[in-house]
């Protein structure tokens, strides 16, 4: 500590708040000297001030933030990577795979896997990952129960359906295969000559959807035989009650099951669409059960979430999230962060929609109105959330928060 330069402190209750110049807010209690908390906010320039419970602290882009001590907070582990909810566990895929106890943090067992294609995805006991040209199926307890070999580089998933697992591959056309329990079942490469690429993939209502090349290409889930194309720019891809498309131009477009077209959107907010969210999401955008073991299922059935993004000439961004359906856009959220910042892909589920914020925090939104039922504050850009019995972000660290129902 004597290498650091501090603040003068602030004391109240029996606590001391400290902070480092320009990166940490530290609370140590009087009497043992033990730290009770920390914070890492970045351009600390001013010392902190105490009122009724709430730390009080200036940086050098001129917020005033306000802390105080929480009970929403129930784990921090140092396992970062993009996550998923399964077997009462939480899984973070970032150099390697890591199984975390859902209640505690604790670190059940670490696989080496090497860095991972997309999130990991938990379903019926297992947890799956694409690595490298490998496609991985865990138990809970961490053994390996089977894995076999992709002919090139995964791109997109795996996500899961009926216990089948469906992975693009990264070669010069449009490539999608399907596992079950490790069996190759088939393989899509398309009919096109030029080179492809697959940029999304879900699955549902007993099809497979890619976003290859700006379009959205639609597969038998059972034969992996093409039934239908649509769009152009695409960019983001969710499945609910209808298949929604996110554009480049900043559309959001519904497609029914068979492909014909159910209603479009242009969005004021933003310039193009970054990621999509739905309600009744059957795929990989909402991993992990609700308390109580509810679904994801909501009362407004034909709801999306698209984070629409406006690019500045520095490269910075602006994002939004919108909420709509195909009478019109319901409500709009803007995170706190200015004059630019980026959002997490959405989550959905009991009322409420996720969204991680690259202000370090975390928003918990109702789905009616897009008011706040929470925010919980990390100590870094939020990358990835997901939703369990918790609610779990990725950040500086993986947290756990509280979720909107008694523990």
Excluded at 261 to 281: I, K, N, P, T, Y
Aim: charged letters at 20%; proline letters at 3%; glycine letters at 12%.
């Amino acid at each position: 500590m004597s290498d650091r330069r501090l603040f003068a402190p602030a004391v109240a209750d029996g606590t001391a708040y400290v902070a480092d110049v320009g990166e940490t807010l530290m609370a140590f209690d009087l009497d043992d000297r033990e730290t009770r908390w920390t914070v890492d906010l970045d351009g600390v320039e001013y010392a902190p001030a105490v009122a009724d419970g709430t730390v009080y602290l200036g940086d050098s882009e001129g917020f005033l933030y306000a802390l105080a001590k929480s009970d929403d907070l129930r784990w921090r582990s140092d396992s970062v990577g993009a996550l998923a909810t399964g077997n009462g566990r939480v899984y973070v895929g970032g150099d390697d795979l890591t199984a975390l106890a859902g209640g505690s943090g604790g670190a059940h067992w670490t696989a080496r896997t090497g860095d991972l294609a997309a999130p990991p995805v938990a379903a019926a006991g297992n947890v799956y990952v694409a690595t490298g040209v490998e496609l991985i199926a865990f138990a809970a307890d961490g053994r390996a129960q089977w894995q076999t070999q992709l002919q090139s580089q995964a791109v997109a998933g795996p996500v899961v359906a009926d216990g089948t697992l469906y992975v693009a591959t990264g070669e010069e056309r449009v490539v999608v295969r399907a596992f079950d329990a490790g069996t190759h079942r088939w393989t899509y490469a398309g009919d096109c000559e030029t080179i492809s690429s697959v940029a999304d993939i879900a699955v549902g209502n007993g099809q497979v959807y890619a976003v290859c090349d700006g379009q959205v290409v639609v597969l038998d889930a059972d034969a992996g035989e093409e039934r239908w194309t649509a769009g152009d720019g695409v960019r983001a891809l969710a499945v609910g009650s209808s298949v929604y498309a996110g554009t480049e131009a900043n559309e959001v477009v519904a497609h029914a099951p068979d492909g014909s077209e159910r209603w479009r959107m242009s969005l004021d907010r933003g310039e193009a669409v970054e990621h999509l969210a739905a309600s009744a999401v059957s795929s990989r955008h909402t991993a992990g059960t609700l308390p109580g073991g509810g679904s994801n299922v909501e009362k407004r059935p034909g709801d999306v979430y698209a984070v629409t993004s406006d690019g500045a000439d520095d490269g910075s961004s602006r994002e939004w999230l919108v909420a709509l359906d195909r009478d019109g856009v319901r409500w709009t959220f803007p995170p706190a962060f200015t004059p630019s910042g980026t959002l997490t892909a959405p989550v959905v589920g009991n009322g409420t929609v996720v969204v991680g914020a690259s202000d370090h925090r975390v928003y918990a939104l109702d789905t009616r109105d897009g008011s706040e039922r929470r925010r919980f504050e990390t100590g870094g850009p939020v990358e990835h959330v997901t939703i369990g019995n918790r609610i779990y972000a990725a950040s500086d660290a993986t947290y756990a928060f509280r979720w909107l129902t008694a523990e």
